[in-house]
């Protein structure tokens, strides 16, 4: 089956045909053997032109429900590559794409031991707008734009979990 | 005193670490854990295991009195603190002792004298050990303004009662002291129950020189060798190595016996470490001394050939020390990575979870202590170090090598961990000429590598098999299986139709 | 000679430990596999790899001219034997130099000199070193019996071509000697293409000492003390340790120069080891020398904080030796114990299979050299070794306590080895007393731990627990689950309603 | 659900009841309180009256169809264990057993080298029957006890599994 590729900006299409013991990866179009075996459970052991590569598989959640994303792991370090069956990159082009806010999220489980803003407050670009402790570390959380506190749904002492929401910001403009 | 039953008050690598001495010297040990503990490494491991509480340590490893019961009721006749939770807690060992049980380090009037920053300063003045210039006690915020003002910017605030480097800030000037000293003090509060601060003159591009020394009942004191510390991040300390590359002969003596010189003053016995900051002119000042077992302890075990642990248990029982110090050897070169929960994309935060993959390097000259194991959890409550990889080497650069190879194997799934970051620095210049200093990894220079297009398109075929795989499962009746069992293929869950 | 790019003609943990020095050299490796090895760890740890052939290695791991095809290919300028297979084939040598390839090993003409055991023989009482009174030459089995009458028995039965045990017997008599002969000569032949065998007085309990030594291009040489290696099974050894604890300083001096005398002889270079028969009264003699790297090579990596494979790749280079021999350290004493794929209690029997399960261990002084992970195959058609755990202490007690507690935590599951056996022999009393000979084990004294109460109750506990959670499963409506999915229970198989 | 557990020749009646946060197990009627964890799969961590036990179970193989059989590997050693359904275990003592005949199986994977005994030879015990080869060892199989070789089935140069069959041997009165 063709898919698309996604790493960052980058697409590329991509098949992988097995015929007769052989496997062919293909790249854009161009044809190339591989040999691909799991060795692991979500551990490939790919050999091509000679060179072994040891590729551990996780899954990532990807914004997009259609796109299929893994976060891929070479010697310990993560890569994020995403594939995307063509069909679906079509009709998802057709509509439209949501505006992300200006959410501030929880980058680590932790306890929110402070926070230095209040609802309605305009906050400019690098201004620290609550702490964190995790692991018996503090770490500030800062606006990563100007804006202003539109919600905060969390309270001083709250446990919240990687990801999850702790306040809201609207662009001033949006005032 | 008799050391025939073992209770650890700790958990993660070091628990792990005392009970593999314990058991090798025949001692059966008990393991203490917190509610979120009972699958841990150190439970498994030890011959007992009894529950102390729920996660908090302020509620499970820090509760003298639980320690002491579990202690009671397993007939444990010593304890081993290892390091942080109760390790410099002079009541503790007070209690313990009065308790009949022999607590493994020093006496409790050492640690008290050890215990307070200031205080072992002026320790350090009297047995004419140098110092860094700094006051001798600590103040409101409003004097310790004052006192900044007057020894001149940069300084150090550092936590009275603290260690590891928590607490503790670089402050450039009046400003960022007044914001700064606040959250200083509310991390000592929690890290170690005090709000006392410090503040000391900050020496420019320092590094940290520390002296493994040891002594026992009868008056015996032998120095090994020195360590340094000097790649740090946030205070903390990333990376050890002994002996130092900044160390002359000459040099090691002078600290060794400056050293000692504390060691003497406050009657130390067992293990103890006396941290120093050494400048480009290889003056060294006193810093502090730490009453315990420290984490880097395995890189002086490398190049010494002794088990320090074991050396801590013979010194309890009242033994002598087993060496003099013209028969302790230096050999070769010993580098430790701390390995670390943190996500060198998200500025190092920590990142607790379970860890779903765990492969660790081996061969020769290389050592892992690790508290962790595949399937286990690493907890937010805690420290996030999971592991220690230690390497030696004949040379220097040799146990760099070593090292780097050692990381190129590590595996960690599930949970984000700094061993790509120490890759990079095993192979960064400043750090392999040896030109450490504790603010070197200030400017980030970390970058993740470039997935060149070979990697991309292993990679990619690598996905799309894996999708192809999952996809031609999901078309097959249930049950029509090929007598392989879809278990253990835990993608399984991400099948979408 | 450049050694810029090393093809490793070898699987299992000897592929795997040449890679990690040669990564630690920055040196690219390449692996070749058979079509069984496709995910063996030495195919995943190298850089290249690529595939020769069918599962018997006379079809893939011997075969010349395919190891040299795959050379050419990948652009590998030398090419490392490891041991066993090509590593002692002077044929292959010879073909790798004529083109253009360094042969990391000694010269050809020094392997087919001490290739056959009967002319090494000779090569040695010629150089002055003292050998087991035995034929110096092959025979047919008439003779043979012939010359054993005259010799006296206990004789030992050897292969002339062989190593590491195979086609070697001991024969107490006339009628044990007609019989084992053709066995004999069979193994011979499946294992090192040539039948010939040849016969030696038998020493009674002797002892298996060797010395290790290392020639250079230069005439240099150096060697790296004994190592004791009596403890065997069927003629393969099982443990090896450095130093030996039969050997005194002078004894150790006289088999060096012994060794270096035999070594000299033949111009050797590189890697080899002097194998001795030792009696109770310290007499040794000259048995074969070993013209590659051993097994157990790294126990004198850790009592010389050698790499030995380093050394192999400057010499092969054209280095001179790192090293003098005043140079050359002898620091605390090493264990090794070979882990096998085998069944202590059904003989030791070959026990093949996936391993479902491993877990090995870590910590300080413990080094494992492993060939295999979790999820990969023991195949039957190599040897069963699939790991050597070594442990170093700074005596031979505390090697042996930190092996046994090192042997503890190792978990291999799916397959059955002789962890639990090392075990018990670590707790040995004539081993532990360092009263080894050849023949220790002949006698079995391997007995399965009892299983106590409370163990008993344990293991009930977790089963009883296994089966409930299965059936509680069992009973729920596929997807009804609790978002945790069903796929790492492995049991799942096994579900009856 | 109560069951019986066969170690060998012994025989208990156990049963784990989980009630309010704690794990009862009953052996033999004899209460103990347990804390039993699945920290990896496959691996239990148990606590009892305060000590650590690691166990690893294998599902085994038990010739009885109705018996659950596990390989619990404790430090690295394994020790066969057994449950039934009592219910099972009277319906089942209800039947007869079947005699085990002298069939002489394949201890491991490997080839057979050499046949040293043909169809209607007698052999006494101990007596070599054949050569095999594994992992380029050469390993005799003997005659458990004395007897007549009913039917070899296998050929020299034949590549077998665990536990294939090798020859049938009958008893010497049953000639």
Redo the contacts between chains.
């Keep these: ?1 063709k ?1 698309t ?1 996604l ?1 960052g900006k980058e697409t ?1 299409d ?3 045909l097995r015929q007769d013991g052989v496997t062919t ?1 293909l ?1 854009d179009g161009a044809a ?1 053997a ?26 990532a959640k990807n914004p997009d429900p259609d796109v ?1 994303g ?1 976060r ?8 994020e ?1 995403a ?1 995307q069956d063509p069909r679906k990159a079509l009709l998802a082009a057709a509509g439209g794409a949501a505006g992300s806010g200006g959410t501030l999220t929880a ?4 306890k929110v ?1 402070k926070l230095l803003v209040k609802d309605g407050d305009l906050v400019t670009e690098g201004q620290p707008l609550l ?1 964190m ?7 500030e959380l800062r606006a990563s734009s100007a804006g202003k506190v539109s919600k905060i749904t969390v309270q001083e002492g709250a446990t919240v979990e990687t990801g999850g929401t702790l306040m809201i910001l609207v662009a001033p403009e949006a005032n | 005193m008799p050391v025939t039953k073992v209770l650890i008050a700790n958990r993660g690598e070091i628990a792990c670490r005392v009970i593999r001495t314990c058991r090798e010297m025949g001692i059966p040990t008990v393991a203490v854990y917190s509610d979120v503990d009972r699958g841990a490494l150190h439970v498994r491991m030890a011959d007992e295991a009894y529950c102390i509480g729920p996660a908090p340590a302020r509620e499970s490893y820090l509760v003298v009195e639980k320690i002491l019961n579990v202690a009671k009721q397993s007939g444990a006749d010593a304890i081993h603190p290892g390091y942080g939770f109760l390790s410099e807690n002079a009541e503790a060992a007070k209690l313990f002792e009065a308790n009949g049980i022999t607590f493994i380090g020093p006496r409790p009037e050492s640690i008290v004298q050890m215990g307070s920053k200031t205080a072992a300063r002026v320790v350090a003045i009297e047995a004419g050990c140098p110092v860094v210039p700094g006051i001798q006690e600590t103040m409101s915020d409003e004097d310790l303004l004052l006192e900044a003002e007057k020894m001149g910017f940069p300084i150090m605030v550092k936590a009275a009662m603290g260690g590891g480097g928590k607490g503790m800030r670089l402050v450039k000037n009046a400003e960022e002291l007044k914001t700064g000293l606040p959250r200083a003090r509310g991390e000592a509060l929690s890290s170690f129950g005090d709000d006392s601060v410090y503040i000391e003159k900050a020496i420019i591009q320092p590094r940290h020189i520390e002296i493994q020394i040891f002594g026992d009942q009868h008056g015996n004191y032998v120095y090994l060798w020195e360590r340094e510390c000097s790649v740090q991040r946030r205070h903390q300390k990333v990376i050890e190595e002994a002996p130092s590359p900044h160390v002359t002969p000459e040099m090691r003596a002078a600290m060794g016996e400056a050293a000692l010189k504390v060691a003497r003053a406050v009657n130390y016995v067992g293990a103890g470490t006396v941290e120093f900051l050494a400048d480009a002119d290889r003056n060294f000042y006193f810093l502090e001394m730490n009453t315990r077992l420290q984490v880097e302890h395995c890189v002086t075990e490398w190049i010494t050939g002794l088990d320090l642990v074991k050396w801590q248990i013979l010194v309890a029982r009242g033994e002598k020390l087993p060496l003099t110090q013209s028969e302790i050897k230096l050999n070769g070169w010993a580098m430790e990575c701390r390995i670390y929960a943190e996500d060198p994309d998200k500025n190092f935060m920590p990142s607790p979870g379970k860890i779903s993959f765990l492969r660790t390097p081996s061969g020769p000259n290389v050592r892992d202590d690790s508290g962790v194991y595949e399937g286990s959890e690493v907890s937010m409550f805690y420290d996030p170090m999971i592991s220690k990889l230690s390497t030696w080497g004949p040379t220097r650069l040799e146990a760099i090598d070593k090292m780097r190879t050692a990381l190129g194997e590590y595996r960690i799934g599930g949970i984000r961990s700094n061993v790509a970051f120490h890759e990079v620095l095993m192979q960064h210049e400043p750090f392999r000429s040896g030109s450490l200093h504790t603010g070197m990894l200030d400017k980030p220079f970390w970058k993740k590598k470039e997935v060149g297009p070979n990697l991309k398109f292993a990679v990619a075929a690598a996905m799309v098999a894996e999708l192809d795989d999952e996809e031609r499962r999901a078309s097959q009746p249930v049950g029509s299986g090929d007598g392989k069992p879809d278990a253990w293929k835990h993608w399984g869950k991400f099948n979408r139709l």
């Design positions: 089956m898919r590729l790493i590329h991509v098949e992988l990866f790249w190339q591989v040999d691909i075996v799991e060795v692991e459970p979500g551990c490939w052991s790919v050999i091509l032109g000679g060179k072994s590569v040891d590729v551990r598989l996780d899954a299929q893994f891929a792991t070479l010697y310990d370090e993560p890569y590559f594939l980058p680590m489980p932790g031991v702490i402790e995790a692991m018996k570390m503090q770490n």
